[in-house]
């Protein structure tokens, strides 16, 4: 309740951060590729326009103002100090967990998940509400998890080398840390930073 009072601006946005917006949340995003196949040894997918496209805008919309920086260090400052039940956190050099966990859900399913491509800040209330749909999200049957966990690898691969990347952890992790929330009666924040 400390920042209550503190307006929460919002950066100014670019006219391409801007229409990538309307391209992905019109679900036009896709019908097109993100990647392709390498023609290299290694055998990573070769990343099109298409991925370069969605990951400037994963990047400009964790871009935030100074009030949502103060919340977000508040935030980390009462996150359990080493990985548990409680603290889920995904590291990459370079193609971003965030931008990989919503190429890998897809367009549709990511509006399921409660926050701004990966931000949020629940009471527990507000656990308890997005929780049917973040399970919906993150915990697909079968074939779509597959899927989904298939995209989110080729995003680690092909926006970086990264093929050991436990992708099935990107959907399972914040999962278990939403869950716990709800049943202990917390709420929950999450967020994203680039070092």
Same mark, same amino acid.
């Given at each position: 309740?400390?920042?209550?009072?503190?307006?929460?601006?919002?950066p100014?946005?670019?006219s391409?951060?801007r229409?990538?917006?309307?391209?992905?949340?019109?679900?036009?995003?896709?019908?097109e590729?993100?990647f392709?196949?390498?023609g290299?040894?290694?055998?990573?997918?070769?990343p099109?326009?298409?991925a370069?496209?969605f990951a400037?805008?994963?990047?400009?919309?964790?871009?935030?103002?100074?009030?949502v920086?103060?919340?977000?260090?508040?935030g !980390?400052?009462l996150?359990p100090?080493?990985? %548990?039940?409680? /603290?889920y956190? &995904?590291? +990459? #050099?370079? @193609?971003?967990?965030v931008?990989?966990?919503?190429?890998?859900?897809?367009?549709?399913?990511?509006?399921?998940?409660?926050?701004?491509?990966g931000?949020?800040?629940?009471?527990a209330?507000?656990?308890?509400?997005?929780?049917p749909? !973040?399970?919906?999200?993150l915990?697909?049957? %079968?074939?779509? /998890?597959?899927? &989904?966990? +298939? #995209?989110? @690898?080729a995003?680690m691969?092909?926006?970086?080398?990264a093929?050991?990347?436990d992708?099935?952890?990107?959907l399972d992790?914040?999962?278990?840390?939403?869950?716990?929330?709800?049943?202990t009666?917390?709420?929950?924040t999450?967020?994203s930073?680039?070092f």
């Open positions: 309740m400390r920042f209550a009072h503190l307006p929460l601006e919002s100014p946005r670019s391409a951060y229409a990538s917006m309307d391209w992905w949340s019109s679900g036009a995003a896709e019908r590729p993100f392709a196949p390498s290299s040894l290694a055998g990573a997918p070769a099109t326009p298409a370069y496209r400037d805008l994963v990047t400009e919309a964790a871009t935030v103002g100074d009030t920086r103060q919340i977000q260090d508040a !980390a400052a996150m100090k080493t990985d %548990g039940p409680g /603290r956190v &995904a590291t +990459a #050099r370079t @193609a971003g967990p931008a990989a966990l919503f190429y890998g859900l897809g367009q549709a399913t990511s509006e399921l998940f409660p926050g701004w491509f931000d949020f800040l629940l009471t209330a507000e656990v308890r509400a997005a929780l749909g !973040a399970r919906e999200a915990a697909p049957p %079968g074939a779509r /998890r597959d899927e &989904a966990v +298939a #995209r989110i @690898a995003w691969t092909g926006m970086e080398d093929p050991d990347f992708a099935g952890e990107l992790g914040p999962l278990r840390v939403l869950e716990l929330a709800a049943a009666g917390s709420g929950v999450a967020f930073r680039w």
